[in-house]
């Protein structure tokens, strides 16, 4: 187990580099630079524009920027972003806080929602309900989240012309006069705002995987030694959560690694259209902008957090399935 | 409402001999509000779409940033007075100018304060200049300092008196000298002691907003990173700033902008009232807002098309195509492109691409600046027969087997025009260029390639240059002399149509001559006719072919009162003055 650690932590560092050098040499192979944009500027002199694209580095060979890159993460520094002339990781930092609060409520919501309901199909198949759930699933599964998103806020603003308050904040993270809240206030606020966006994160991944857990207790259902357990006269609930439950969710869990780095990555789109302040629109418009260091910086922390989630994964699944070993 | 502007010559004359503060009156001509009507108190929240980047005024690249907001949009000594668009003296109580117009002395108001109760001296200005111009700092305001290569100087005679130098009388002397303080007690000793780095390193996003400083009505309260950041009312701002009836300024005490990153959700906001004012852009937002508030829904205020934007889409044609002739002398020839003006249905452009919401546009001075656009100058309007009649004198007289035009040798009339893609306006702008050339037979090949590659092909130097014509935009420039400065001269890295270096047509040398001579005359009235003499010879040119912009449309909730009057309200004055907003209901 030991050494088989060590090897996956070994194999990390040649995948790390390989996908962050890709990352800047896709980044820097887009035409034009952070600068670009400034030359229409009719009050910008060019000299000035040679200035700054000299001072930021980006007049060297890319290969050059990558190893001065390199050498500074080692060092614990990310870079320096152009848009806020800070150091990259003091700028992403809060967003990755506010995502993680966005999709971590989200993954409460998956697991909390997703197996019982997968769970519940699972034992009354072929059922009205089952057929009512199935129905609901295929459409979170559909309905792109950005677009569902929208249409809750827009529910929510009739919902405000016709009764003068809302039930749900119209977007945003907190609200006005939020700093002045005590602390126990601050965060049921910001628990307030984070349901309907978690919940639309959510909906798709939620949905497949009621499908899946639907199929996969199913599946364990029909086996043998669950016949055998049932004959032994074990109650339903035994049988079920002992027995079936704790094979059928092996596939699941080998997954729950992958999560690790969408926690930082943020909640996509929504966030944009519901006005969170996570990191998708700060990637977003780090991409348009071409702020090198923020783009490489968030495609390295999301590599690593990816790589060490497998391995997170790969271990998740001994603990749970004794017939996986790892030598 | 985000420009907002000040001050009356006369009042503050008469008031600059007497108290120990000398105030600056707020004229009531600003204000829809009646004298001694707007209460004291309140929070204004308007909204953004984008982030703030830093709270370092020597950072900031961007209109409308923090910096920008607490000092009233960068202004200082100097302010224009949006009633009639000519400087008036604001943090300056007076000046005087030099017989030969290279160097202006103004006298600093007295007893200003910064928001830490420190005084506002002529130290000030002089350390925000050195920090501005030390390149090591990389600020954008350094620029603004040069006239051709040489250095605009500013100097300080006594506390209260500072001189600027300009190396010849210059448009934009005013302009120039209307930059923000920032105070030196705050800067001066770190820059003293740790230069530039120590400089870039105060003032970021996550300072403690207690260190931020400023002399202008609001100071940073509270920032929250992508969402919102809160200013408070300076209390030392009110002991200068009086309005009509002699009241201290600001009304409120709070102004707030939401960061918000997506224009539905904007408009939600508005809608609900979590925001008190918005600038609609495009029919469906106003159509929204318009049913809201006919269904009582929304105590709103909208006013669609108030003026022009000062923005602006063209076709420009690359007159450096050395291995291509053909090509090359036709672009070169201006009753070409006087040909291809009078084939863009500016018309429909407006109603298609701006939903009827736009101002079409014949020449590069935007509509929206009225005083400086010469009705005279020759115009090429949407014709095709004028188009054919003009093609014609080029040789195009008869059409191939296709239908297209071609010459006496049998060459076609045909190039490429390429914009940025993604860009949803500009590629309909090129459709409808496309059809209307196709239907007197002119073949046009539209293709739209990534922005940053169009940027780069517009920006190529030389006498062979990769592409054919471009549909692109500008926005912005000064409202002192409304001719970009490296657009008109023969060397500009924006003289987009030709970089060959020099000047290839006697007109671009003309047009060159009347842009320096309208750029060192200081006098207002001499500069607007020098500027009608330059648009005549743009027109006889036609080195580019402008055809429309969108225009500014404006919306408040009307619990904020203190809006402009409808005559002042526009693209460049904005909806109201930030000082004189209140809370009405």
């Known amino acids: ?327 | 409402m985000k420009k907002a502007i000040i001050g009356t010559l006369a009042l503050t004359l008469a008031l600059a001999s007497a108290a120990l503060a000398q105030a600056f009156t707020w004229p009531a001509s600003w204000t829809t509000a009646k004298p001694g009507e707007a209460k004291r108190g309140g929070t204004f929240v308007e909204a953004t779409i984008s982030d703030f980047r830093t709270m370092n005024p020597f950072l900031s690249a961007e209109a409308d940033s923090i910096p920008d907001r607490m000092t009233l949009n960068g202004i200082g000594l100097v302010t224009r007075d949006p009633t009639t668009g000519k400087w008036i003296p604001y943090m300056a109580t007076s000046w005087k100018v030099s017989k030969d117009q290279t160097e202006i002395t103004f006298k600093i108001r007295r007893g200003m304060k910064w928001s830490d109760g420190k005084p506002i001296t002529a130290d000030d200005w002089i350390m925000t200049y050195r920090i501005h111009m030390d390149p090591k700092v990389g600020s954008n305001l350094r620029d603004s300092f040069f006239i051709g290569d040489k250095v605009v100087k500013v100097e300080k005679i006594d506390d209260y008196t500072l001189r600027f130098v300009y190396p010849k009388p210059d448009a934009e002397a005013f302009a120039i000298a209307s930059y923000s303080p920032w105070p030196a007690h705050v800067f001066g000793p770190v820059y003293e002691k740790q230069g530039a780095d120590g400089i870039k390193k105060m003032w970021g996003l996550n300072e403690d907003p207690g260190k931020i400083v400023t002399w202008g009505p609001f100071v940073v309260a509270s920032y929250r990173p992508g969402e919102r950041v809160v200013f408070k009312r300076n209390p030392y701002f009110g002991e200068w700033n009086k309005d009509a009836a002699g009241n201290p300024l600001p009304y409120l005490d709070a102004y707030q902008v939401n960061i918000v990153k997506d224009t539905n959700a904007e408009l939600a906001a508005f809608l609900t009232g979590e925001i008190d004012q918005m600038n609609p852009t495009t029919v469906e937002q106003i159509a929204q807002i318009k049913k809201a508030i006919n269904a009582g829904k929304l105590d709103a205020t909208l006013k669609v098309n108030a003026s022009p934007i000062a923005s602006s889409q063209f076709v420009v044609f690359n007159w450096n195509k050395k291995s291509d002739p053909f090509k090359e002398r036709l672009f070169r020839s201006a009753k070409f492109r006087k040909a291809m003006s009078h084939l863009i249905n500016r018309k429909a452009v407006v109603e298609v691409v701006y939903g009827g919401l736009g101002t079409p546009m014949y020449g590069s001075v935007y509509p929206v600046l009225t005083q400086w656009i010469n009705k005279d100058a020759p115009k090429y309007p949407y014709d095709p027969e004028a188009a054919k009649k003009l093609l014609a004198e080029l040789g195009f007289t008869k059409k191939d087997a296709e239908g297209y035009l071609v010459d006496e040798q049998g060459r076609r009339l045909e190039f490429n025009l390429a914009t940025n893609a993604g860009n949803k306006q500009r590629e309909e702008i090129a459709k409808l260029f496309v059809d209307e050339a196709k239907k007197v037979g002119v073949k046009i090949n539209f293709r739209p390639i990534d922005f940053n590659t169009l940027v780069g092909q517009l920006l190529s130097k030389g006498p062979d240059r990769p592409f054919d014509a471009i549909i692109i935009g500008l926005r912005g420039g000064g409202l002192d002399w409304p001719f970009g400065s490296n657009v008109v001269p023969c060397r500009g890295n924006l003289h987009m149509w030709n970089r060959s270096g020099t000047c290839l047509d006697p007109r671009e040398t003309l047009m060159q001559y009347y842009y320096y001579k309208g750029r060192t005359t200081l006098d207002f009235d001499q500069r607007v006719k020098i500027g009608y003499k330059l648009q005549e010879v743009e027109g006889e040119l036609l080195p580019i072919v402008y055809i429309a912009g969108p225009n500014y449309h404006t919306a408040w909730n009307n619990r904020i009162g203190g809006w402009h009057p409808d005559k002042i309200i526009s693209s460049i004055w904005r909806s109201g003055e930030l000082p004189l907003l209140y809370r009405a209901k």
């Open chain 1, 1 to 327: 187990m030991g050494a088989y650690l060590v090897r996956r932590l070994i194999h990390l560092i040649p995948t790390f580099l390989g996908a962050t050098f890709l990352a800047f040499l896709i980044l820097q192979l887009a035409p034009g630079d952070f600068l670009t944009r400034w030359a229409l500027d009719p009050k910008i002199r060019p000299e000035t524009i040679a200035l700054m694209r000299h001072n930021f580095g980006l007049d060297r060979p890319v290969l050059v920027q990558y190893l001065i890159w390199l050498k500074n993460l080692l060092h614990g520094d990310l870079g320096h972003s152009f848009m806020y002339q800070q150091p990259v990781l003091e700028v992403i930092w809060p967003r990755i806080l506010n995502s993680l609060i966005l999709v971590g409520l989200s993954i409460v919501f998956l697991y909390l929602i997703g197996i019982p309901v997968g769970v519940y199909q699972a034992l009354r198949p072929y059922t009205p309900g089952d057929y009512a759930i199935s129905f609901l699933a295929y459409f979170g599964i559909a309905i792109p989240n950005f677009f569902f998103m929208l249409i809750l806020i827009y529910l929510l603003v009739q919902f405000k012309f016709a009764h003068g308050w809302t039930p749900f904040p119209i977007g945003g993270m907190t609200s006005q006069g939020f700093d002045h809240l005590p602390p126990w206030r601050q965060l049921l606020d910001v628990l307030w705002h984070a349901v309907l966006p978690a919940f639309v994160v959510v909906t798709a991944d939620m949905s497949s995987l009621t499908r899946v857990m639907r199929g996969l207790v199913m599946e364990v259902l029909g086996q043998d030694y669950i016949r055998t357990a049932r004959a032994k006269g074990l109650p339903q609930r035994v049988v079920l959560y002992k027995h079936a439950l704790r094979n059928a969710i092996i596939p699941v869990i080998a997954t729950i690694g992958g999560l690790l780095p969408t926690l930082i990555s943020g909640a996509g789109l929504v966030e944009v259209v519901a006005n969170w302040p996570g990191m998708t629109p700060l990637l977003l418009d780090a991409i348009n902008q071409q702020d090198l260091y923020v783009n490489t910086g968030i495609i390295a922390l999301s590599t690593f957090l990816l790589i060490v989630g497998n391995i997170l994964g790969d271990l998740l699944l001994a603990v749970v399935d004794p017939r996986i070993r790892y030598g």
